[in-house]
């Protein structure tokens, strides 16, 4: 989001590989909710929801977290600690098995002049997105302001990273199936897809079938409560991004008395079932794309010729028909040793679209990819799908797949893929195709999914500010309105930024200033504010 993190970060975590699984939809937790929303189920039992964190010096992430160096102290010289918190399994059975979750803080900054506000916790998305090694990447510049009053928290949700996290293929097999043709184009090709989305499944069942049924959003959300409760807060407040507004909506539904100051930021849409998604990402992703287009064409360097930005769109498609019917093979004397597939091409310049900084970047990195050189866009392909420099790969992608097959119930067919080609196609020549054919992502998952849309109706909670941005690619502008409206009148407060990017606070000095005097004065900005 701003200029001098990580790569993880930069790459716009806050919403990991939609080309890797499904899209976004959620539970719906109204099933179990009563009319008081706090769901019913039984009691956590107290020697979990007074237990003690015994917090200690983080250490460098895990593979299943990315890999990486041990958090840096803040600026101000805070330390990062890390801890695991115990959690039910399975919610309805409060006092059998427990997972631990892993949790990340550092604690407010101490000055006496400064009233401490309790935690603040963030998700920043995925679903599949590991909180213990996003938080330390973005808060040394863009949460300093916060950090004085607030401790800062993340976690793993479950089934992430180190929370028991979901275990699929090893590092070599993933290679393979990330490797296999995502645009099946004749019989044979079809039926090797749905071959490998059927293999991958039965990993997935046979590496982590015991914590499958349990990683849905509705767990997560309790997961939440739970975390509030040992940590010492009477409400809990919320920074969400991404597939985090999708869980904050979920936990405000379930939870609206415990609704603390909440932000959402690059806003799920909660009425939006796994097609609607889809074709909203398939058209947000580009809009993305032609705006990358117009700009480059304003520019001095710029991969294709002329002012014409159709121009550009050619050749990329043509770039990617070339990869479909043959792999560009690794450059002699480089450190890649992998074919560029169609698919991996398509997934790295999707992952440049999700912040204008980037574009420079992509141009370049499409310029190379003409003259047969792909280690570039192959990087920005690994970083996206959550491949580590050693060849293991984080588990991002099998937790996303996992929460969202356990979130939703559709299930589709070959069949209905072919149906709804052309309708993707028409939203998108470039990315159509590989969009609809992800809709097959949970097919032959072991676990049946709940209700394919999300209950975020939250009366009595207090204001959630729900921030849409035009020009985001992956959480399309229009869910922004959405949530607010599902949340109900006086609890969502629907705020407009007018720019490019994935996620706004940090990058829109607008929208940040109204999001700290939110979260640091409780001041609640005027509804349909818009910041350009």
């Known amino acids: 989001m701003s200029h001098h993190r990580s790569s993880r970060a930069a790459l716009g975590l806050a919403s990991l590989a939609v080309l890797a699984a499904a899209t976004l939809t959620a539970c719906d937790p109204g099933a179990d909710a009563d009319a008081d929303g706090a769901a019913a189920m039984p009691a956590v039992p107290a020697a979990l929801s007074e237990q003690e964190l015994d917090w200690a010096a983080c250490p460098a992430p895990s ?11 803040l600026p101000d010289g805070t330390k990062w600690q890390c801890a695991a918190m115990k959690a039910p399994l399975d919610y309805a059975k409060p006092d059998g098995r427990t997972i631990d979750i ?16 309790g935690s603040l916790v963030f998700n920043f998305g995925g679903p599949g997105g590991a909180g213990v090694p996003t938080l330390p990447d973005f808060a ?69 079938g015991g914590v499958l049924e349990h990683v849905g959003t ?21 920074f969400g991004i991404s597939y985090g507004t999708q869980l904050g909506g979920v936990y405000a539904h379930l939870f609206p008395k415990n609704v603390g100051r909440t932000v959402f930021d690059a806003v799920v849409d909660p009425t939006s079932d796994t097609l609607a998604t889809g ?72 992952a440049a679209l999700y912040s204008k900084e980037h574009w420079p970047i992509l141009s370049g990195l499409l310029e190379d990819a003409e003259k047969g050189e792909s280690a570039g866009l192959m990087w920005l392909s690994d970083l996206y799908s959550g491949r580590n420099e050693d060849g293991t790969y984080s588990n991002s992608n099998p937790a996303q797949t996992a929460v969202t097959c356990a979130d939703n119930k559709d299930r589709f067919t070959v069949e209905d893929v ?15 195709d590989t969009i609809a054919w992800m809709l097959l992502a949970c097919t032959d998952w072991p676990v049946d999914g709940h209700a394919s ?61 109204i999001v700290d005097k939110y979260l640091l004065d409780g001041t609640v900005p005027k509804n349909d504010t818009v910041c350009s």
């Open 140 to 208: 040394g510049e863009d949460y300093l302001e916060l950090h004085k009053r607030y401790d800062l928290v993340s976690f793993d949700p479950r089934g992430v990273g180190e929370s028991a996290g979901v275990k699929c293929l090893d590092g070599k097999s993933t290679d393979i199936a990330m490797a296999q043709d995502s645009t099946p184009d004749d019989a044979a090709e079809e039926k090797a897809f749905v071959a490998g989305g059927k293999a991958y499944a039965q990993a997935c069942e046979s590496g982590s």
């Open 63 to 73: 593979a299943a977290q990315g890999t990486g160096d041990k958090p840096e102290d």
């Open 279 to 350: 074709l909203g990402q398939t058209k947000g992703f580009e809009l993305a794309l032609q705006n990358f287009l117009e700009d480059c064409a304003k520019q001095d360097e710029c991969f294709f010729e002329g002012k014409d930005p159709a121009q550009g769109e050619k050749k990329i498609a043509e770039l990617l028909r070339s990869l479909d019917a043959k792999p560009m093979p690794p450059k002699k004397g480089t450190d890649n040793k992998r074919p560029m597939t169609q698919g991996q091409a398509t997934t790295g310049i999707i």
């Open 418 to 432: 072919r149906r709804r080609l052309p309708e993707f196609r028409k939203a998108s020549p470039v990315f159509g």
């Open 453 to 513: 849309t999300v209950d975020v109706k939250a009366d009595g909670a207090g204001p959630v500010l729900v921030i849409g941005n035009t020009g985001d690619p992956a959480t399309p502008y229009e869910g922004a309105k959405k949530m607010a409206d599902a949340l109900g009148e006086g609890v969502g407060v629907h705020l407009t930024v007018d720019d490019e990017g994935h996620g706004t606070y940090g990058v829109n000095k607008c929208l940040t200033e």
């Open 218 to 238: 509705q767990d997560a959300a309790r997961d939440l409560d739970l975390m509030r409760q040992v940590l010492g807060d009477r409400k809990l407040n919320y």
């Open 102 to 117: 892993a949790l990340i803080r550092a604690k407010a900054a101490a000055d006496p002049g400064d009233e401490r506000l």
